[in-house]
Structures are given as structure tokens and as C-alpha cells.
């Protein structure tokens, strides 16, 4: 597999990404033999061994988790520095970090999701300014700034859309050409349910909405219409979501739940490893997920897939993209002992350098990742690879702008209101869905 740069349009779409959503700022890179400010710890080494610690890294994605277990015994093998991983439970970090943070052995290496993870967790944030794991970023705008402070660096870029089957479309009548807007989807969808018994499948997969799933909805989904606002509003993050755009949530909402696999009285107990069985079953024509879901749906053929922006109705819907961004970010816990951090510093080095982690990062066969490193492999990754061609297409790519929504509490907020609004689609329902979008944002980020 042949090393290359992401792409400079890639490059520029996230770094537009990260400044919009207030991901970082941008600024000069350091020296690489500068030293971090304010901090008497060394600043990131080049990765060889000789570092006399260890490293316990606290995963944030559990479908990786097998890939990291593997990563880190070949470290300790090629350095015989001790890596421990563990993995938290899907929807649990932030309260799995919390808890592990006040051990006497806490993590040396964690995760946040971009400013307002930050905002928790800055006091425990390693400067990263100067290391050489920064030196290796493809751009400046991959790093969370707190001040002058480069408190984390983004580990990976991801992409979500409508993964769908191009075998049932067709045989549905369409092409992927026949859908460029909210509209054309709507029609599709609804032509699909309509002929269900006759085609022998149906247009989505559940939306199902326990904690396997429901983060696609209540927080993938959820981004565009904060996106939108965003974008008309001329802001990165707002104390005071107005909703500008949730009329048009709510009929992506509808369009999800009353065209899929089950009723939505149902959705309550459906899980992720329902949606996928569902789609690589043939059994839905679209699937709502991301790059990482390569694995799980290749099943069907490279041939049979693709991906289509998650359309709402909103702007110029001929031009619009994937929604590509990052919500992962490295952090070295700065309360570590000295010896600890060098080594967790060492470590990150190795695995964006080194062609063991490199593998294990990009290649399709693990993790899978495009990474805004200068080391990037060339992905085998399929979804990953359309996603690269919406871009060079010139599309506008959807920022994430998830990352700043104010908790884990207002989404899962949020996700009850969906839920119970799925199992009974009155207005006096959906005024709950605003009020958890809308009055639950502002309450939370006053907190």
C-alpha cells in the first residue's frame, strides 16, 4: 500500500471544518524543539524506545477495540514498553473517563470530542505544542487550541451519509442521479413503501433507538440542522440554538421512521446490529452511517455501494456533500508522571509513523482511518474513497458541528423526545422534540 498526503481539498475542507466548529485555531506550528508552555514535562520524542514508563490509553471507540488490544502488544513487543488499552462502552466515555481519571493509575492517553469536551477537561490537557507527533500533522487546524495551548490532536477524519444498495435501488426503478435534493429522496422513499411487498424490501433500515444507534439520529442527524443555522447565522457555536431549521428535522425524521423495516412503535428496541443485519440482508435500500461502517456492510460487494449526502431540503442541495469532519481527539493527561507521558508521547509518534501503525490506522483490513497525518496510507476503504471523490468534485462538505453541542445529557434529552415521538407523531410531541432541541441547549450550556 503506497503512502500519499490527504488530498489538499480534503485538507482545506477540514481545516474549514475545525475553524467553523471551533475544532482549533489556526497559527504557526511550532519548532520542533520548542518545549511546551508552562509545563516542565518533555515535549514528544521521535518514538523510539528508551522511554521508561508506560502508557494506558482509554478508547473511545469500541468497534476498534480488538485493532488497539493488537496495536499495543506489537509496541511492547518491538520497545517492551508497557501499553494498556481499555475500551469504554458505547455512550459511556465521558462517564468511564470521569471515573477512571480519579485512580491513582488514571489514563496517560484519552479523548474529547473538540471544544466542549475541552472545556471539561482542559485542566488535565498535556500542551502539545512542539512534539513531534504535532510535526506531523498535515495541517495546523487538526489541533484543538485552548489560548496559544495545543491541548489535543484530531487521530482521524470520518464521513457519514446514506450508505445504500445500488442492486435494490435499481431494481426499485432509480439511480443514485435520481436523487440531488430532500424532495427526490422523499419521492424515492415513499414509491418504495408503496411497492414494498412487490420489491420484497423497504427504503431505511430501522432507526433503531437504543445506545447502539441512537447517536445517529439525535447526533449525526441532529447536525444538520444545526449546521444550517450555523451557516446562515455567520457563527461556529451559539449559546442559543434558535431551530431555525427543525421543520425540516422533522420531515427527514418522518421520512426515516415511516418508510423502514418496522413500525415506528418499534424503533424503541431496535439496536445498530439490527440496521446492519437489515442491510447487508438486503432488506433496506438505504442505511444512514459512516466510513467506520465499511466492515460491517462490505458484505454485499464493493460494487453494490455507495453513499448519498443526508439531504433536508435546506441550501443549495445540488452542490451539497457528505458531512466529513473529526469529533476524536488525542490528549495526554498532564497529571501523569513525567516518565509516563513520554512514553504515551512515544507511543502516538509510533503509531502515525511507523509502518505497523500505520497499517493498523488505515488500512482497510483494521481501523480503516484517514488521518490528517503526513504519513496517510492510501485507503482500501470504499466508502472512504467516495467520500475523497465528493470532495474533488468540488461538493460542499457538511462540517460537523456536533462537537459543540452542550452534553451528553441534551442529547439524550433529545434522543428520548425522538423516540416517543416515533411512537406517536402528534405536533404536541414533536413540540417536545423543540423544546429538548431548542430550551434543553440553552439550559445546558449555561451550566
Not at 514498553?81 to 470521569?98: H, I, N, P, R
Not at 481501523?367 to 476503504?381: A, D
Not at 462537537?403 to 413540540?431: F, H, I, R
Request: charged share 20%; net charge negative.
Amino acid at each position: 500500500m503506497k503512502k500519499r498526503l490527504l488530498t489538499l481539498a480534503l485538507a482545506l475542507v477540514m481545516a474549514l471544518s475545525l475553524a467553523a466548529c471551533g475544532g482549533g485555531s489556526g497559527g504557526t506550528q511550532p519548532a520542533e524543539d520548542s518545549q511546551p508552555a508552562g509545563d516542565s514535562q518533555p515535549a514528544g520524542d521521535s518514538g523510539d524506545s528508551g522511554a521508561s514508563g508506560t502508557v494506558y490509553y482509554l478508547n473511545f471507540k469500541p468497534e476498534q477495540d480488538g485493532d488497539w488490544q493488537e496495536l499495543a502488544q506489537l509496541y511492547t513487543q518491538e520497545t517492551g514498553v508497557e501499553v494498556k488499552v481499555q475500551t469504554a462502552a458505547s455512550g459511556q466515555y465521558e462517564t468511564q473517563l470521569m471515573s477512571e481519571m480519579a485512580k491513582t493509575e488514571a489514563p496517560t492517553l484519552f479523548q474529547i470530542n473538540g471544544p466542549v469536551g475541552l472545556a471539561n477537561w482542559k485542566d488535565y490537557c498535556y500542551d502539545l505544542s512542539g512534539s513531534a507527533l504535532a510535526g506531523e500533522l498535515s495541517s495546523d487546524d487538526f489541533a484543538l487550541m485552548d489560548g496559544s495551548s495545543m491541548s489535543g490532536i484530531a487521530y482521524v477524519i470520518e464521513t457519514y451519509g446514506l450508505i445504500y444498495n445500488k442492486a435494490l435501488l435499481e431494481q426499485a426503478g432509480y439511480t443514485a442521479d435520481d436523487i440531488k435534493s430532500f424532495a427526490d429522496l422523499k419521492k424515492v422513499a415513499e414509491d418504495i413503501t408503496a411497492r414494498k411487498d412487490e420489491l420484497g424490501f423497504s427504503a431505511f433500515t430501522s432507526a433503531g433507538m437504543d445506545g447502539s444507534s441512537d447517536w445517529r439520529f439525535k447526533t449525526h442527524l441532529a447536525n444538520l440542522p444545526i449546521y444550517f443555522e450555523y451557516e446562515a447565522d455567520g457563527i461556529g457555536d451559539t449559546e442559543a440554538i434558535k431551530g431555525t431549521y427543525l421543520d425540516n428535522y422533522r420531515a427527514v425524521w418522518d421520512l426515516y421512521i415511516n418508510n423502514c423495516t418496522c413500525a415506528p412503535t418499534l424503533l424503541s428496541a431496535k439496536t445498530g446490529d439490527d440496521s446492519v443485519a437489515e442491510f447487508v440482508t438486503e432488506q433496506a435500500v438505504f442505511y444512514q452511517n459512516g466510513t467506520w461502517a465499511f466492515g460491517d456492510v462490505a458484505d454485499i460487494g464493493e460494487e453494490n455501494l455507495g453513499m448519498l449526502p443526508i439531504y433536508i431540503g435546506v441550501g443549495d442541495e445540488a452542490s451539497q456533500g457528505l458531512c466529513t469532519g473529526t469529533e476524536n481527539y488525542w490528549c495526554v493527561n498532564k497529571n501523569a508522571k513525567p516518565e509516563d507521558i513520554q512514553a504515551t508521547l512515544d507511543f502516538m509518534y509510533w503509531c502515525v509513523t511507523s509502518e505497523t501503525g500505520l497499517e493498523y490506522l488505515c488500512s482497510g483490513d483494521h481501523m480503516g482511518f484517514v488521518i490528517p497525518f503526513k504519513g496517510n496510507l492510501e485507503s482500501s476503504n470504499l466508502l472512504v474513497n467516495i467520500a475523497n471523490e465528493y470532495v474533488a468534485n468540488g461538493t460542499t462538505s457538511i462540517k460537523w458541528c456536533f462537537p459543540t453541542m452542550p452534553s451528553e445529557e441534551w442529547k439524550n434529552v433529545l434522543g428520548s423526545a425522538l423516540t416517543a415521538y416515533a411512537a406517536d407523531q402528534t405536533d404536541a410531541n414533536w413540540e417536545t422534540v423543540r423544546a429538548a432541541f431548542v430550551d434543553n441547549w440553552a439550559a445546558e450550556k449555561s451550566k
